[in-house]
């Protein structure tokens, strides 16, 4: 596989895909982000005059330095277990520091209200729903009915294998992660009768609206709703649709790697905000990035198998679950998609990673987005729009 050992000051945002492991997950996310801090640090001086060389070859570099818009970012560790970060360039850090306001805001909403596993106070969210499966309708605020139709439209897009009712089984595999990442002498997959057993319950209709009183009701007990696949995308374009209506004009909105890219970047001759996605290939140290796309008013997302893992007898159990096999997909390493739509781009994201590739490129091509897929041997495979994007 091809591995572009570049890096970018000012102008780039890795794409991190899914979740640090385990109890300490926090600490883990916090490593994590200041880790690629010290590599930004270290690789600025050593290939800032290279760059500016490059890209402002009639100019002073010193001169071009001073005509840059400075950049603001801020990072959030609380929310959707995982990281997020706003970035800018801009001279107004008052106007910023009110549209992280608001972001923070609909953080807070969003990770009470797309949760399956927490429960808030005075909050009914997708946990609620399920625990109510079989007993009653729940009352839920518009977003929860607003996701769930939407998730209905997804399942009939990816024929069936992108499933918010499939919960009973991605619960399971959840909960051996979790024991297993707690216990690691204990580590275990679950057993055959009881993965069976689960995949039987994931009948999409039996999660029923009711628009009018605004309630949801799962009518088999059996069945419960994972948002995983759709939850988060879905809530990032719903913030960053927030932030627009806030004034932010230009940056990127990185929520645990899934990147809307807002308007275009005031430091670079075309606009173009360019976009690094990580090598799936954790070892190869030396190449932290498989590829660098440059995009504007888009948005970039990948789905993986090398961080939300557990290891039993060697082997790692990743998250993404293939509903025809039952088992964490074995198809690819990493599948990174490209959409005007960050919602539709985390769905394709996950569908891509669970079939072949042919059935991809159709569907890629059907939703006129671009994609990028790396196989378990390293050979990378791409859309032709994904290849005219990509920074050479």
């Not at 030396?286 to 557990?310: A, C, I, L």
């Amino acid at each position: 596989m091809r591995i572009k050992k570049i890096f970018y000051p000012l102008a780039i945002a890795l794409v991190i895909t899914a979740c640090a492991n385990g109890a300490n997950e926090k600490e883990d996310k916090n490593d994590q982000v200041s880790q690629a801090e010290e590599k930004v640090e270290e690789k600025e001086t050593e290939e800032e005059t290279k760059v500016e060389e490059t890209e402002n070859t009639e100019a002073n570099p010193e001169d071009a330095k001073s005509s840059e818009v400075p950049k603001l970012d801020k990072t959030y560790y609380d929310y959707f277990d995982t990281v997020t970060t706003l970035l800018t360039y801009s001279d107004d850090e008052e106007a910023f520091e009110k549209q992280c306001d608001v972001l923070e805001e609909e953080l807070a909403k969003y990770h009470k209200l797309y949760n399956s596993y927490d429960s808030f106070e005075g909050v009914n969210n997708f946990r609620t729903i399920n625990e109510k499966a079989g007993i009653e309708p729940v009352k839920v605020d518009p977003e929860i009915i607003e996701l769930i139709e939407y998730s209905k439209e997804m399942y009939e897009l990816t024929d069936g294998n992108i499933n918010v009712a499939m919960g009973s089984l991605l619960g399971l595999w959840h909960q051996y992660r979790e024991m297993s990442i707690d216990n690691p002498e204990k580590a275990a997959i679950p057993p055959e009768d009881e993965l069976i057993k689960k995949s039987e319950h994931k009948n999409i209709d039996a999660i029923e609206i009711d628009k009018e009183n605004s309630t949801v009701y799962i009518n088999d007990p059996d069945v419960q709703i994972d948002i995983g696949a759709i939850g988060k995308g879905y809530a990032t374009e719903k913030m960053a649709e927030k932030l627009k209506e806030a004034g932010f004009e230009r940056g990127i909105l990185s929520v645990g790697g899934d990147d809307v890219i807002i308007g275009e970047n005031p430091n670079n001759s075309e606009g173009n905000w360019k976009i690094a996605v990580q090598n799936p290939f954790l070892e190869d140290k030396e190449n932290p990035y498989s590829t660098v796309v440059d995009v504007k008013n888009t948005s970039v997302v990948t789905s993986g198998d090398y961080q939300r893992y557990f290891t039993v007898d060697g082997k790692n159990y990743h998250h993404i679950i293939d509903p025809a096999t039952r088992y964490p997909s074995d198809k690819w390493k990493s599948v990174s998609v490209k959409a005007d739509s960050i919602a539709l781009a985390d769905t394709l994201s996950t569908y891509f990673f669970i079939v072949d590739h042919e059935t991809g490129l159709k569907k890629a091509a059907e939703n006129k987005v671009e994609a990028y897929w790396i196989d378990p041997e390293g050979n990378e495979y791409k859309t032709e729009g994904w290849e005219k994007i990509e920074d050479k």
